[in-house]
């Protein structure tokens, strides 16, 4: 199947990410921790038993993002593993990339593989893929200003804070922290992501492969 994700590899320390398959969902979908917000505005079955409407929505999430992938707009999902063992997600975005080459990403990790910094090393190596072979002028992220573990990884990586918004949330409205990672910053501190499998993906961020 010409997915080229499916071959990619980013390795950093002790994670590896790659493409999510679809044999990896029944999988996530045990993980999928229950803190992991969904979008509220998210359509629900209402034949559905609230738990099984969730783990649809999210199953649904990956097919929607491999079939509206474009160049303009793309969600890149990756597979954390740590030791052969999958332990949570890793997700790369962009908008206008050829244009603006600036990633969002997001992540999760199952409740047992936190509290040992992986959840900086995923992002390390998301990061080695836009800011190596992408290109990537910067990466950006947010989080709720409670969310204290994700905003500490952006931090230590050398994310700067890049203003406050409000957002609806299920719980609410709440205050949404930006942050911005330059590339400047990321070649400074020489992170050494090891990547393989990326040149055949580069036209699906509109850029020529080598
Ligand atoms: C966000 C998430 C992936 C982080 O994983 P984790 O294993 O807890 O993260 P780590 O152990 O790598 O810790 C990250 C940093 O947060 C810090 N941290 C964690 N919890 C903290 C807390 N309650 N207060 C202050 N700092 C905290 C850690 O000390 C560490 O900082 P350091 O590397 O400078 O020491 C995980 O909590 C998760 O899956 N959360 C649910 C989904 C989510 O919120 N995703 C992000 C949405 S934007």
Redesign the pocket.
Known sequence: MDWPFFALRLTFGEVVLRGVTDSDLSRLAELY?D???QDPSAERFTGLDPVRDRARRFVQGFWRNRGTWSPASWCLDLVVEVDGELV?LQSLEGDDFPLLRTTDS????ATH????????TMRTAALGLAFGPLGAVAAI????TD????L??SR?LGYADNGVSLTDTPTGVTRLQHLRLTRERWLADGHDVRISGADPCLPWFGLESS
Not at 113 to 120: E, K, Y
Not at 141 to 144: D, L, N, T
């Open positions: 921790p803190d992991c917000e949570g997001g992540s999760w990790l593989a936190r509290g040992r910094g992986t959840a900086t992220s947010s989080a709720r969310n204290a573990a994700s500490a990884v230590r």
